[in-house]
């Protein structure tokens, strides 16, 4: 967000609260890093994912991409997609 110019200056603690919202209400999720000293954030979503995807790398809000440039751009995702998904399926159902 710094490279960006969102933030003035490049201090991570400043997005905390933000984040910590955004988790609150359920649009994205805390993925603690085995061995790291940070966090991973996702997106739940993964339609939500793709759009902001398509958006900071293409500006999707603002042209019009073709059906196949989505596609092409989707379907390496989807297996990232899929797991995650399995992935907390399998944690909501763990007794």
């Keep these: 967000m710094y490279a960006r110019k969102l933030l003035q200056k490049d201090d991570p603690s400043l997005i905390q609260n933000y984040l910590k919202t955004l988790a609150k209400i359920g649009l994205i999720e ?3 890093v085995l061995n790291k000293k940070f966090d991973l954030y996702v997106h739940v979503s993964p339609i939500l994912d793709l759009y902001f995807y ?8 603002e042209i019009n991409i073709p059906d196949q440039e989505v596609k092409r751009v989707f379907m390496p995702k989807l297996p990232v997609h899929a797991e995650q998904f399995s992935e907390s399926c399998s944690l909501k159902f763990t007794v």
Excluded: E, N, T
Aim: charged fraction near 25%; glycine fraction near 10%; hydrophobic fraction near 35%.
């Design 54 to 61: 398509l958006d900071a790398k293409y500006g999707f809000s």
């Design 30 to 32: 805390k993925i603690s």
